[in-house]
Structure formats: C-alpha cells, structure tokens
C-alpha cells in the first residue's frame, strides 16, 4: 500500500504542510510525519477525513485505482494535442489537471503533461500565466526528485526555462543542480544565466568557452568521418572532410596548423608529391600557431594561454619525428625539398 506517497504528494500539491494537515485533522504533526515515511498507517477512522481534506477518493487513498499504462497517456495526450485549435487553454488546462489528479504517482504522465502545458502556456497572455505556471512548476518540482534520469534532468531544462523567462534567476540556477555538469544544456543555461546576472565579460568567456568546445569537438568529428572515409578508400568522401574541416578552423580563427595538418595524411596515402611538399611547409611555418584562436575576435574575452617557444619546439619534433617514416613517405624520394628536410633531420 502506497498511502504515505499520496498523502505526501497531494499534501504538497495543496501546498499544506504537515502542520497544516495535522490540524485540520485533529492528529500530530509527527503522526503525519510518520504516515508519509511508511512507519505508520492512519487510524481507519481518519481515512474518509484525509481524502476530503485531499480533494481525491478514499478508493485512490488507499491505491484500488489501477495505474494509467504509457500507451493510454499517449493516446491521452495526442488527444489534447488534437484540442489546442478548438479549445481554450483554460479548458485544455482543467482535463490535463484533472487527469493527472486522478493519477498523482504516474511520473510519465505528469512529465508529459507538464511538456504540453509549458508548450501551451507560449501562447497565453503573460497577465494569464501565473496561476498555470504555478500548478505547471509544481509537477516539474516534484520530477526533481524521480529516479529516471530523463525525466528528471528534462523536467529541471523545462524548469529552469520557466523561472529563466520570468526573470526568477535564483531558481533558475538551482535547476542546473539536476543536469549534469558536463552537458552542453547546462554549459549553455550558465552562459544564459551569466549574461543576465554577472559583468559582461563574464559572460562574453562563458559563450565562448562552450563555442570554443563545441568548435573542437565538431573537429573531432569531421576527423573521424575523415579517418572512415580513408579507411574505406572512399577518398572523395575523405577530401570533403578534410576541406570541411579546414573552412571551420579557417572560419573560427583556428591558425593555418588547424587549417592543414589533417591533409597531410590524404596527401601521404595518394602520393601526391606537391600536396606534401605544400602542407610541410605551412606545417613547419606556423608550429607556433596552434593556440592562434586566441587572436580571434570570438574568443576574445577567454582567459590567454602562454605559449612558449619550447612549446613550438615540441610540435616540429614531432613533426620530424613524422618525417622520419622513410616507409611511409617512399614517394617522395627524390624531390629537393624532401631531401633538404630529411638532410637536415640526419644532422
């Protein structure tokens, strides 16, 4: 029997207190306390009492009414989709209310819900929103606390939506407790929150941080879906990679190294001798710019990383460690800019 659950669901879903309670029913708060926690079942006298005071039936109480399955609510739910052209939202509003009265404990339903009146509630007049905010806000709190993980990180981003519209900042902020702190929503949501309550260059470095990361990781990709198309021999479909990334490094002020240095592998598996030659010389050239976005307007406001000549150094070692491979770059035997790197390499 799950009557501590509904007793403490509905409770606060009237927004009373356990003190509250206890007095209208003539009980002590702890006796309350002790029903919601499980230790304790209210007297069989009090249980028509507590479902009056609850607005539910002594049926739901005591949980004879059978749960709501998935497939119902989203039958329930394309319903009400199918309602929002013929109907106001404060009769759209009173049938999902009302449903999700009838099963307080089904957290699929009440998500799904709270999901199609925070879509509805855009286009209601602001002076009308309060009092369905409220109600709306109150589910989506509640979710906070489930134990699926979807619905509880996407109940805190549609939370978190609500209090960021009306200006409610400080519990804004506190929804970004429940999604994790690696996710770009949450990245974002912070750069959003930084933009309204913090100096601007603060929030100027909190937008580009996440583009910086975001820039970065698409590189990861695009040179993954490069590497695929290599290895499939599909050197085509590698060259469009290969150029895509390059207009992204280009585009975002990554440095002529970001521009290039992914080619150089197209060019050592198709033997392309001046491809090669080409990109060696940039590579060599611009060792020390692959912290160059940092000269980009974008990423203007982020903090500036040192960049010592020793660095630059690492980076052609490791680019002659490359040029090494005799093996692998057979090919270019022969051509006088090969030979002068690999003389120089030998001394």
Same mark, same amino acid.
Request: glycine residues 4%; contains cysteine.
């Given at each position: 029997?799950?009557?501590?659950?509904?007793?403490? $669901?509905?409770?606060?879903?009237?927004?009373?207190?356990?003190?509250?309670?206890?007095?209208?029913?003539?009980?002590?708060?702890?006796?309350?306390?002790?029903?919601?926690?499980?230790?304790?079942?209210?007297?069989? &006298?009090?249980?028509?009492?507590?479902?009056?005071?609850? %607005?539910?039936?002594?049926?739901?109480?005591?949980?004879?009414? %059978?749960?709501?399955?998935?497939?119902?609510?989203?039958?329930?739910?394309? %319903?009400?989709?199918?309602?929002?052209?013929?109907?106001?939202?404060?009769?759209?509003?009173?049938?999902?209310?009302?449903?999700?009265?009838?099963?307080?404990?089904?957290?699929?339903?009440?998500?799904?819900?709270?999901?199609?009146? !925070?879509?509805?509630?855009?286009?209601?007049?602001?002076?009308?929103?309060?009092?369905?905010?409220?109600?709306?806000?109150?589910?989506?709190?509640?979710?906070?606390?489930?134990? $699926?993980?979807?619905?509880?990180?996407? &109940?805190?981003?549609?939370?978190?939506?609500?209090?960021? %519209?009306?200006?409610?900042?400080?519990?804004?902020?506190? !929804?970004?407790?429940?999604?994790?702190?690696?996710?770009?929503?949450?990245?974002?949501?912070?750069?959003?929150?930084?933009?309204?309550?913090?100096?601007?260059?603060?929030?100027?470095?909190?937008?580009?941080?996440?583009?910086?990361?975001?820039?970065?990781?698409? +590189?990861?990709?695009?040179?993954?879906? +490069?590497?695929?198309?290599?290895?499939?021999?599909?050197?085509?479909?590698?060259?469009?990679?290969?150029?895509?990334?390059? !207009?992204?490094?280009?585009?975002?002020?990554?440095?002529?190294?970001?521009?290039?240095?992914?080619?150089?592998?197209?060019?050592?598996?198709?033997?392309?001798?001046?491809?090669?030659?080409?990109?060696?010389?940039?590579?060599?050239? &611009? !060792?020390?710019?692959?912290?160059?976005?940092?000269? &980009?307007?974008?990423?203007?406001?982020?903090?500036?990383?040192?960049?010592?000549?020793?660095?630059?150094?690492?980076?052609?070692?490791?680019?002659?460690?490359?040029?090494?491979?005799?093996?692998?770059?057979?090919?270019?035997?022969?051509?006088?800019?090969?030979?002068?790197?690999?003389?120089?390499?030998?001394?």
């Amino acid at each position: 029997m799950n009557i501590g659950k509904i007793i403490r $669901d509905h409770r606060k879903e009237m927004g009373l207190t356990q003190e509250d309670m206890a007095s209208r029913l003539g009980v002590t708060t702890p006796a309350v306390n002790k029903w919601e926690n499980g230790n304790a079942l209210p007297d069989i &006298s009090l249980l028509v009492p507590i479902a009056r005071l609850l %607005g539910i039936t002594t049926d739901e109480l005591l949980s004879f009414k %059978g749960d709501i399955s998935d497939t119902e609510i989203d039958i329930f739910i394309k %319903g009400i989709h199918g309602k929002l052209r013929s109907e106001n939202y404060e009769d759209i509003f009173k049938e999902v209310q009302k449903k999700v009265k009838e099963y307080p404990n089904n957290e699929n339903l009440k998500w799904k819900a709270a999901l199609l009146l !925070c879509f509805v509630r855009l286009h209601v007049p602001n002076k009308n929103r309060e009092k369905y905010d409220k109600v709306v806000c109150s589910w989506l709190s509640q979710l906070l606390k489930s134990e $699926d993980d979807n619905i509880r990180r996407r &109940s805190a981003e549609y939370l978190f939506g609500v209090y960021y %519209g009306k200006g409610d900042y400080k519990n804004a902020e506190k !929804c970004l407790e429940y999604i994790p702190e690696d996710s770009f929503e949450r990245k974002l949501n912070q750069a959003n929150l930084c933009a309204k309550t913090k100096s601007a260059d603060m929030a100027y470095a909190a937008y580009e941080s996440l583009l910086l990361e975001e820039v970065m990781r698409l +590189q990861i990709i695009i040179y993954a879906l +490069q590497a695929f198309g290599q290895q499939e021999e599909n050197y085509e479909f590698a060259h469009a990679a290969a150029d895509t990334g390059s !207009c992204i490094a280009k585009c975002f002020g990554l440095g002529p190294y970001q521009e290039n240095h992914t080619k150089l592998e197209l060019a050592a598996l198709e033997k392309d001798v001046e491809e090669t030659v080409r990109i060696m010389k940039i590579l060599f050239k &611009s !060792c020390d710019s692959i912290l160059d976005y940092q000269k &980009s307007k974008l990423f203007s406001h982020l903090e500036k990383t040192n960049y010592s000549k020793e660095s630059g150094e690492k980076v052609r070692a490791t680019l002659e460690e490359l040029f090494r491979d005799e093996k692998r770059f057979d090919y270019m035997k022969g051509n006088s800019y090969w030979e002068s790197v690999r003389k120089k390499l030998k001394n």
